[in-house]
């Protein structure tokens, strides 16, 4: 099945990401944002993010360089040998 996902979205990752936390606060007894036929959680927490009823924000990109305060890989080597 093919699934529209919304524009603000930028791959199936970020999708399920949001989708599945979502899912977690409807497990623990948070009220569904549609009305749906279905009764399952993750069903559910799907269809409010594809009609854009679940605000989300991402945190920021990560660095080109790697994890934050690391240097990339071979640029300690390379200043060793300067």
């Known amino acids: 099945m093919q699934i529209k ?3 603000e979205m930028v791959s199936k990752f970020e ?3 949001v989708a599945s936390l979502r899912c977690r606060q ?3 007894g948070a009220k569904p944002r549609v009305i749906s ?3 399952k959680f993750t069903t559910i927490a799907q269809e409010e993010v594809l009609s854009g009823a679940v605000p989300y924000a991402m945190g ?3 660095l080109a360089t790697g994890v934050e305060g690391l240097a990339p890989a071979g ?3 390379q200043e060793v040998e300067k």
């Open 37 to 39: 036929r279905s009764k």
């Open 60 to 62: 920021p990109q990560p």
């Open 15 to 17: 999708f399920i990401t």
């Open 75 to 77: 640029s300690v080597e």
């Open 5 to 7: 996902y919304p524009d």
């Open 26 to 28: 409807l497990q623990k």
